[in-house]
């Protein structure tokens, strides 16, 4: 069965940096896409970063030059590191992974930005 399970999250103070994860299983990780969505309250799901199975990666304007996602095929995780974080990072994060239109997704982890 296949399985995305998320950790890393928390709360964290402004500024700081955050770094989430992601473990794949029941399925072949390194052929897939991943990338990293998060959801604030009250707002719709958004994409922050994905990362192909050629390590090419994307990142949203909103975390753009502060952030990094990676991959390790041989550990079937996912990362995603985030620096100089604030407020309006605080949302539910949801690793992702799809290939040729099967797509998988975690239940989410929280992270909350507050001092």
């Known amino acids: 069965q296949a399985q995305l399970v998320e950790s890393g999250g928390g709360l964290v103070q402004p500024g700081e940096s955050l770094r989430l994860s992601c473990v794949a299983s029941?399925?072949?990780?390194?052929?897939?896409?991943m990338g990293w969505y998060r959801q604030a309250p009250g707002k719709e799901r958004e994409l922050v970063a994905t990362?192909?199975?050629?390590?090419?990666?994307y990142y949203a304007d909103s975390v753009k030059g502060r952030s990094t996602i990676s991959r390790d095929n041989g550990k079937n995780t996912l990362y995603f590191q985030m620096s100089s974080v604030n407020p309006e990072d605080t949302a539910v994060y949801y690793c992702?992974?799809?290939?040729?239109?099967?797509?998988?997704w975690g239940r989410g982890t929280q992270v909350t930005v507050s001092s």
């Open positions: 992702n992974a799809e290939w040729l239109g099967r797509e998988y």
């Open positions: 990362i192909s199975s050629q390590y090419r990666t």
């Open positions: 029941g399925f072949t990780a390194s052929t897939y896409a």
